[in-house]
């Protein structure tokens, strides 16, 4: 018998097997995709390594945790300052919303008190109530109408009306000409790829890739004391009360025979008029200098395509409106009938996790697995 079945290898099932092993229970790791990882496995393309399922910049302010998978494997200093391309005024902006953005946006604006009364002037809704309001709350109708309204529904599929307010609350707003997305005090990616810190969490576990636990569910409980399962709460109920939405992702992947394609590892596309949500240059990821940049020849990049999801996608965004929230909450309820089957991660859960979250989670999970 294995004390500990974890279903899926990504962060929460690398991280949780990794502890569970390590305090002497024995534990089998299964993963549906041929590759182990989830989504921060690593393609090597052509020496590049390929974020494969969208870029993963690893940040959190908690010392513990950035130590926990520094021992695994060593990470660059890469800070992350994405742009974002506005095909209505044709310029580039920095990304989150800084000084910098609010001066190229309005060129008379140097100073952060001369931002907060230009945003102030053009604010009209008080009391927000969707995504819309939201923003323009925020920001104001300039920034919203050039770099938020399309882009959003660009990225979700639905009007911006009809989007909960709470989505935009993940973005930084600044005043000061900090470029940095991040807040948090540590920050990189590691050197080589997330592969070599997988690998590393799964060394010495025994684990099986294009192995489908629903396909063979019964045997798989049959075999195990405990099951942590990190896929899709209600495929595992098999939807009985129906399923839930979520957003999925496409990229294109494409090699082009120049050192550099747009001398940034990530640049957003506000407008609809361009398909794409971004475009990803995996070489900036590894945080080189401008001299090894230009002794590679080529560079690979991604174009990201926001789709609506069925069961033949991936998931990647739950939507968390009403209406899932109530599915979730009665999926959750039900699985309470289960003791021995922890439901966990971001398709166990429906929520988004950052990678510190994650790796959080698990310990959280461990310790109340150890008392």
Known sequence: MIDYLIVGSGLFGSTIAYLLNKHGYKCMVIEKRKQYGGNLYCEDYD??????????????????IWDFVNQFVEFNNYVNEPLAY????????????????????????????????????LVKTSNPTNFEEQAISLVGEDIYKKLIKEYTEKQWGRDCKDLPK???????????????????????IPIGGYNILIDKLLEGIEK??????INNKEYFRKISRNIIYTGSIDEFFDYMYGTL???????????IETPSYQGNAVINYTTKEVP???????????NLTEDTINKIPYTIISKEYSIEWNLTKERFYPINNEKNSILY?????????FHEIHFCGRLGEYKYYDMDDTIIKAFELFNKIKK
């Open 47 to 64: 020496g590049i390594n390929v974020h494969a399922y969208g870029p993963h910049i690893f940040h959190t302010s908690d010392k513990k």
């Open 86 to 121: 506005c095909g209505i005024d044709k310029t580039l902006y920095h990304l989150p919303f800084n000084m910098d953005t609010f001066n190229r946006m309005w060129n008379d604006v140097i100073t952060p008190q001369q931002a907060k009364e230009k945003i102030n002037s």
């Open 166 to 188: 709470e989505i935009i609350n993940r973005l930084p707003l600044r005043f000061s000409y900090n470029n940095n997305y991040f807040n948090d005090r540590y920050q990189g």
């Open 208 to 213: 099986y890739a294009d192995t489908n636990f």
């Open 245 to 255: 939405e979520w957003r999925s992702l496409e990229w294109e992947d494409t090699r």
């Open 276 to 286: 794409w949500t971004r475009i990803i240059e995996h070489k900036y990821f590894e």
């Open 329 to 337: 909450n009665r999926y959750l309820e039900y699985s309470k009938n």
